[in-house]
């Protein structure tokens, strides 16, 4: 899943993101409001974590942004700010939870988690097509009841796909949320990574529909 946090204290970025790659995410991140306005509303991500106390920008003033635009990212609201009218201005602004600083790296997770789903119309963290399990929780996969090892960014693609379920994808979306905006993208990514979830879970699991993308269709 691609994340996009929006957090100017440069301690508890690194902390974020760091805990976050390593359950998996992919992460973008910006330190100011208007360059998190800019690219929250122009880019693609599953899910925002946004800091309220923003350089050039608040964040509320950036989420009331937002949603007049018609940008319906699920926000998770992190911050220092624990009053209960604060909470209460932030979603009413827009954002869909709200985590006071102090925070753990699996409880941010947890939500984050959450919120997707919701976002997705799915209640469980347990996702099953057919034979393929994926438990979004602890980033397991099984066929056939049988465990399945992946790499992470294995992982990634057959989440992104799990959670929709026969819609076309477009190679160009799928490299997004495989990758951050400063990482290195080869040609082939894609190709690859879909043939190794093909020879993983079945030949069948991932349609190539010519020149449009790809799809996962729903499996009884």
């Known amino acids: 899943m691609r994340i996009f946090l929006i957090e100017d204290d440069q301690e508890i970025s ?70 209960w009218s604060e909470k209460v201005e932030g979603l009413n602004a827009g954002a869909d939870d709200y985590i006071t600083k102090p925070f753990h790296i699996p409880e941010v997770d947890a939500r984050l988690k959450a919120l997707i789903r919701r976002n997705s119309g799915l209640a469980t963290p347990v996702f099953t ?53 400063d990482e290195s993208r080869e040609s082939n990514t894609i190709e690859v990574y879909v043939s190794r979830l093909r020879r993983k879970l079945g030949a069948d699991i991932i349609k190539t529909v010519r020149g449009m993308g790809y799809r996962m269709d729903e499996r009884k």
């Open 14 to 83: 690194e902390r974020l993101v760091s805990g976050l790659e390593a359950l998996g995410y992919v992460v973008d991140h910006a330190d100011n409001g208007p360059d998190a306005y800019v690219i929250g509303k122009d880019e693609n991500f599953d899910a925002v974590i946004l800091d309220l106390g923003l350089p050039g920008m608040e964040g509320l003033e950036v989420l009331r942004r937002w949603r007049a635009d018609g940008v319906q990212l699920p926000v998770l609201v992190l911050t220092a700010r624990g009053m």
């Open 129 to 181: 097509n057919g034979n393929v399990s994926l438990d979004t929780a602890n980033g397991r996969v099984t066929l056939d009841g049988k465990p399945v090892d992946m790499t992470a960014r294995e992982l990634r693609m057959l989440n992104y796909f799990m959670h929709r379920l026969g819609r076309i994808i477009p190679q160009a979306e799928l490299t997004e949320h495989l990758y951050t905006l």
